[in-house]
């Protein structure tokens, strides 16, 4: 059974910092897609980050050059870091990750609030 722990979620200052972590369990399968999803009240869910097998990386326009997605592949834990926080960040965010095999699977999210 895969299972997705997020942390690092919480409350971050306008052009602050936060750092989001989601640890993968129960699979030794390589990855084809790790990828952060938000969803804030009343908007629909969005992709925020991507990290590809190869290496490649892939960002919505929002965030480019204030966040960055990562992967320790000993811990295999990914990570989002967020920089220069704005109020809009403010949202429920999701780690996602999908196998070779086509299976995909679900973080179960952690609220990320910027406010001063």
């Known amino acids: 059974q895969v299972q997705l722990v997020e942390g690092g979620g919480g409350l971050g200052q306008p052009g602050g910092s936060l750092r989001l972590s989601c640890a993968a369990s129960?699979?030794?399968?390589?990855?084809?897609?790790m990828s952060w999803y938000r969803q804030a009240p009343g908007n629909e869910r969005e992709l925020v980050a991507r990290l590809i097998s190869g290496g490649n990386t892939q960002y919505a326009d929002s965030v480019k050059g204030r966040f960055t997605i990562s992967r320790d592949n000993a811990k295999s834990t990914v990570y989002l870091q967020m920089n220069s926080l704005k109020a809009e960040d403010t949202a429920v965010y999701y780690c996602v990750a999908k196998y070779l095999n086509g299976r995909e699977y679900w973080g179960q999210g952690t609220q990320v609030t910027v406010s001063s």
């Open positions: 129960g699979t030794s399968l390589p990855f084809l897609f």
